[in-house]
């Protein structure tokens, strides 16, 4: 469920927990509610460090975020919290840094629609065979229906008539090497999140796997047995 509270402010941040979704929204009087038990301040926090700690080990296999000093991780949230940039990125720009001037191992992002209830993460390499992968080469394998492919080398995809995709507002170009992106265009998680909205509808007969089942019948009821042909009976004898 969503829980919302409507309030002016100057920066609003959606963090997904365990249990709930809260829309925690900052501005100068910080809205402090409690849900189930748990401080929404302390949730997010801990929501958004595990964000960034997920995004470091896809990028880095975590040899980046695991030689952070605990005071580095607490100044990475104090700098987002309160709004002070240059706090922020004194920790931050070490997680979007390149090891040996290689790309990620793997691209950290989410894709969100308007027919999936979910968001859609999936393995990605920003690399495959010395060749960078692209925007479409994304959302080609990974959402189905939203670009289709064409003949033309220079731009093999384009975005299927009725889509739009956003990243930060904008609609990048699909030939946009997903590296670059993810240097540039990440929220403060270190995700890249990208919405894709129109998308065709699926019918849930075509979007779930197909499984066969056997039908489970009861077991017939025990029969009566009878003795075999030929062989007497023993018929009780009176005392």
Known sequence: HLYKRRRRS????TQSTGFSCINAEYGKQWYQRRVRGANVDETVKQSFVHNVKEAGYMKHQGA???HLLPAQTVQLWKGLHRDKFDEFWVVNHRL???INNEPYQYIPFRIYTDIHRQYIQKPFKPRIDDNLTTLGDLLHKCLPGSVTATE???EPFQVTEGVTIRIQGVS???VTPVQWLSEHL????NFLYIVA?????VSSSSSQPKTTTTPVTSPPPPQATEPATGTPTQQPTES
């Open 10 to 13: 100057s920066h609003v941040s």
């Open 64 to 66: 980046v975020f695991n």
């Open 96 to 98: 979007m840094e390149h």
């Open 152 to 154: 033309d080398k220079e």
């Open 172 to 174: 990048p170009p699909l």
């Open 186 to 189: 990440s929220h403060a998680d």
């Open 197 to 201: 909205l129109g998308m065709p509808q």
